[in-house]
DNA sequence: GGGAATATTCCC
DNA sequence: GGGAATATTCCC
């Protein structure tokens, strides 16, 4: 079991003297300080050791670097997170805003994640999903957008479009509907020819 | 490291023929899928054991019970889950809508979870967070209908119901593509055995 | 018990 | 790289 301790984001909110509501100073998220403690502590640890380097920060301190990802994966990720994959531990660096900095190695940096300022990683926030912005595939027509610019949605317009989209589902399902019974009639017809089965004929595909 | 292999909702998602969209058929989420493994595994384990019973179905199979979460969350919880904590849990079991059914035990219960039906899984959900601000989804019209009637038309309402849409149409695309691949497999094997070309299959259609 | 934040997973 | 679902944590 890891020694995690997630915290939210309301207790790690310290308000100075009942601070101001702009001037809040929070403690890190415990993603960062983690990642930070990581850093400090393997690099220190395989000073001592004769194997080749796992992780460490890059030279100038400004970003680290993970010079074997399956090491570090088995041997580092679980002693301070609760998995081992590399992919979630990159997930989470692009959900705190870090950019791969080198194409042939993984390196990573983020203005506010630096050797010796420990003090940074309470500016450092999740980057927000934009609950008003939609993904690519899902974004809203142009008008909308358009009128949302001008601090001016139409209800009226978004109302005619979710009637639109109402109707284009209806129209889909219909298209579904057909191809069901097309696959359907398809089945049979092919079950004649195998003589065999309609479930027989399924395990084909 | 735990076992643990998450799934989202989508590819939990088993469209038995491309479906309805009422009609989906969901494998079980994987917490309901390990706690119910968990009941049979353990409860098999137990009954070579000489040791007090530590979690058992009760004795109608229509629930569970924790005799001794102590040693629940420190043996069995990290078999299963990425976590000791019973409360963690218990967080989940609220989730997906199970009632605690006894006062002086940890006894559980859920109209769908019951020993020997593993089937009925699939047919337990989430809980959804805030019924009154997202039913978009599934009650459009009412909903906005109401709010509108109060001149109180949410606009956020209108968007989650315009993303949700979107959504649903992303799916139903997704379906009607897989549909075409499966016809054009059907037909390309009926082909075959009619001994002809595509076009010709296509006019028994 | 459940809201909400962060973590982990899976998918595009 | 990031959306979104589920998992885990923390709080009320």
């Not at 929070?26 to 393997?42: D, I, Q, S, V």
């Amino acid at each position: 079991m890891a020694t995690a301790a997630v915290g939210t984001a309301e207790d790690r909110t310290i308000s100075r003297k009942v601070g101001q509501p702009p001037t809040r100073t929070k403690c890190p998220a415990p993603f960062l300080l983690k990642t930070y403690e990581l850093l400090e502590l393997e690099e220190e640890e395989e000073n001592y050791s004769e194997k080749n380097k796992v992780v460490s920060w890059n030279e100038e301190g400004t970003g680290f670097v993970v010079w074997s990802p399956a090491e570090f994966s088995e041997l580092m990720l679980p002693k301070y997170f609760k998995h081992n994959n590399f992919s979630s531990f990159i997930r989470q660096l692009n959900t705190y805003g870090f950019k791969k900095v080198a194409s042939k190695r993984w390196e990573f940096s983020h203005e506010k994640f630096k050797r010796g300022s420990k003090h940074l990683l309470g500016k450092i926030t999740r980057k927000k999903s934009d609950p008003s912005a939609f993904p690519a595939y899902l974004k809203p027509c142009d008008q909308i957008l358009a009128a949302k610019e001008g601090n001016n949605i139409s209800l009226q317009l978004l109302m005619e479009e979710n009637h639109n989209l109402r109707k284009e589902r209806l129209e889909l399902e219909m298209q579904i509907a057909h191809f069901k019974t097309l696959e359907t009639k398809l089945m049979e017809c092919l079950s004649q020819y195998v003589g065999n089965q309609h479930n027989k004929v399924r395990r084909l595909f």
